[in-house]
């Protein structure tokens, strides 16, 4: 009886962690998002590849999504799933593809539902605070993917902080 009191005294207590109130989180607009993929489908035509870019939030939902004319139907979800990575990571795609290559701990990343481990997906930071990420799909190559990714992020760079 005495357990049962305790326990429930415990369950009924404040939690301190969980009674602060509010949580103010920065996180990309609309405009911005949308320029952002504009930009890195821009920067992927330019270089001859037909891609698909897209920027979720901080919590990983989709906020733009740009497929270029012509782009392979694939690309949608692959960069959707690369921008969501890398957003729940905090880490470019490609160094979470080199983690998993390289410490046996990780081997089991890329079974996470949602998440594509290849190149083509970074997070958007405002200073050290990640308020979104990038992913793009389609270019023959993770690396190349990257460039135009970055190409996207360069775009609203002076605008995040």
């Given at each position: 009886m005495r357990r049962l009191c305790l326990l429930a005294s415990l369950a009924l207590a404040p939690m301190?962690?969980?009674?602060?109130?509010?949580?103010?989180?920065?996180?990309?607009?609309?405009?911005?998002?949308a320029e952002a993929v504009a930009?890195?489908?821009e920067a992927c035509a330019g270089?001859?590849?037909r891609v698909t870019a897209a920027v979720v939030d901080r919590a990983g939902v989709l906020r733009a999504l740009l497929r270029a004319d012509?782009?392979?139907?694939?690309?949608?979800?692959?960069?959707r799933a690369k921008a969501y990575t890398a957003a729940s990571m905090r880490a470019?795609?490609?160094q979470i593809l080199e983690t998993v290559r390289t410490n046996p701990g990780a081997l089991r990343?890329?079974?996470i539902e949602g998440f594509l481990v290849v190149g083509g997906g970074m997070p958007i930071r405002a200073g050290d605070e990640v308020v979104g990420a990038i992913g793009v799909g389609?270019?023959?190559?993770?690396?190349?993917d990257d460039q135009?990714?970055?190409?996207?992020?360069?775009?609203?760079r002076e605008r995040l902080n």
């Open positions: 301190p962690a969980l009674s602060q109130g509010l949580v103010v989180e920065r996180t990309l607009s609309a405009g911005l998002a930009a890195a489908v270089r001859g590849h012509g782009a392979g139907p694939h690309t949608v979800s692959s960069a470019t795609t490609s990343l890329p079974d389609g270019a023959p190559g993770g690396h190349l135009c990714a970055e190409a996207g992020i360069e775009r609203i």
